[in-house]
Nanobody, 128 residues
């Protein structure tokens, strides 16, 4: 059974940094699309960064381009989201999700329904 577990959330001041981790277990797909989504109260869930785990190709939402970096440690089955220059509008619950796919299309950042597996989320709060 596929399990995803996020960690690393917390509270920081604007301009600060956090690194989120998504530990994956229970599946053996050689390639899939892992995406970090976030959801703030009253807002829709939005994808912020994705990585095709086979190739390492990445994609970012415009709102985080240049501030967030997604990376993977294949040996540990962990995907990271390094978040720098955080803004109050980055405040949200952050989820990692996996879609069984050979790559991550750009449209997947806007399509949470494409993802079969989800973690429980980790809260990120950025104060001004």
């Amino acid at each position: 059974q596929v399990q995803l577990r996020e960690s690393g959330g917390g509270s920081v001041q604007a301009g600060g940094s956090l690194r989120l981790s998504c530990a994956a277990s229970g599946y053996t797909y050689s390639t899939d699309c892992l995406t970090w989504f976030r959801q703030a109260p009253g807002k829709e869930r939005e994808g912020v960064a994705s990585i095709t785990t086979g190739s390492g190709n990445t994609r970012y939402a415009d709102s985080v381009q240049g501030r967030f970096t997604i990376s993977q440690d294949n040996a540990k089955n962990v995907v990271y989201l390094q978040m720098n220059s955080l803004k109050p509008e980055d405040t949200a619950m952050y989820y990692c999700a996996v879609a069984v796919a050979t790559y991550c299309p750009t449209t997947y950042l806007r399509s949470p329904n494409r993802f079969e597996y989800w973690g429980q989320g980790t809260q990120v709060t950025v104060s001004s």
